[in-house]
């Protein structure tokens, strides 16, 4: 009874020792992969305009220019223009102090973000506040609406670009089974702002605003994919 007790044990110690070394085995086995680089692009009609616009009061003591009356100005301008208020916002507000032997002034400059959503008369706009002295102003940003709906959009579309060369891969080289474990995002291209140069402004002036349609925005996106084969 004891002999056949010894030898069921050394039965199950020499299974457990196969198993062990089968996995240790499969550890040891290097894993195969592929890896490839997925790649998306679209273009996307523009959705606005940012235009950026400096008021500021002179530092001279004697100087009466206050930036509240430039204020009030470039809202009426804007009105006369069909353009609410409310696209209007204050960006950044300095402060100083001005010195003379007559005495001292504060003086404020102030930077405003005016978005102009009706692309079809854009530099009309501009050059209308150019035309009523409002000329230290320029483009920051042509932008589109739902970004991040559309980044990704353009992530899935390089996701499945990955995949399908993954696949044509595999199967040329008879490789029955891919599993994705790991994506990386090389980089990113963001639409880049272009400069309203005042120089352009004042000699579009002359001919009128043409409102030349704005390019489309481009937003791409590229990963690396490795995937691993059996």
Do not use: C, W
Not at 80 to 86: C, L, N, S, T, Y
Not at 118 to 137: A, H, M, P, Q, W
Not at 156 to 179: F, L, M, P, Q, T
Request: glycine share 6%.
């Amino acid at each position: 009874m004891k002999q056949l007790s010894l030898l069921a044990i050394a039965a199950l110690l020499s299974v457990s020792s196969f198993a062990q070394q089968t996995q240790d085995a499969k550890k040891l086995t290097p894993v195969k992969y592929i890896k490839v680089s997925g790649h998306a692009e679209r273009f996307y009609e523009p959705d606005y305009i940012d235009v950026q616009i400096s008021l500021a009061e002179k530092e001279k003591i004697n100087n009466n220019n206050s930036v509240a009356e430039k204020e009030q100005d470039l809202i009426k301008a804007l009105k006369a223009m069909g353009i609410p208020e409310d696209k209007l916002r204050v960006q950044r507000l300095n402060t100083g102090e001005a010195y003379s032997m007559f005495g001292s002034k504060y003086y404020i400059n102030k930077s405003y973000t005016l978005r102009i959503d009706n692309l079809n008369r854009y530099e009309d706009v501009i050059l209308g506040l150019v035309e009523k002295g409002f000329k230290s102003l320029y483009i920051s940003e042509i932008g589109m609406n739902e970004k991040d709906k559309k980044n990704d959009e353009v992530m899935a579309e390089a996701v499945k670009n990955g995949i399908s060369k993954a696949n044509v891969i595999a199967g040329a080289g008879n490789i029955k089974n891919v599993k994705l474990v790991s994506v990386d995002e090389t980089n990113e291209y963001n639409p880049q702002p272009i400069m309203y140069k005042r120089e352009f402004a004042m000699a579009a002036m002359d001919g009128g605003a043409s409102n030349i349609p704005l390019g489309k925005l481009n937003l791409q996106k590229n990963l690396t994919m490795v995937f691993e084969i059996e």
